[in-house]
């Protein structure tokens, strides 16, 4: 009943810029936490970015510095810009929400089908 779809991936040369976003429609939630993995070939699914309902951020070690995530309640949104790339990003990128439905007080994940981002020269 919740769907969250990404959008903003590519082919981009390493140094370069992407934003990433994820729209969220359907049942409401009383949302925690938004935030973005990632998953290259052959390699677990890791964190990357995470902002609480509060505004409160974190980032993967590998990223600090060069993204940011952000959200935008009117719109149900939330962003990951993504600066200075290297081929190391390259992934798809996945959108997660963690959250309940208001007459639950049971928390669970919710997941896009992710988006590629290839970084290459």
């Known amino acids: 009943q919740v769907q969250l779809v990404e959008s903003g991936g590519g082919l981009v040369q390493p140094g370069g810029s992407l934003r990433l976003s994820c729209a969220a429609s359907g049942t409401i939630l009383v949302i925690n936490a938004r935030r973005w993995y990632r998953q290259a070939p052959g390699k677990q699914r890791e964190l990357v970015a995470g902002i609480t309902s509060g505004g409160s951020t974190n980032y993967a070690d590998a990223v600090k510095g060069r993204f940011i995530i952000s959200r935008d309640h009117a719109k149900n949104m939330v962003y990951l810009q993504m600066n200075n790339l290297t081929p190391e990003d390259t992934a798809v990128y996945y959108c997660?929400?963690?959250?309940?439905?208001?007459?639950?007080?049971?928390?669970?994940?919710?997941w896009g089908q992710g988006t590629q981002v290839t970084v290459s020269s």
């Open positions: 997660n929400v963690v959250g309940r439905a208001p007459w639950t007080t049971n928390t669970r994940d919710y």
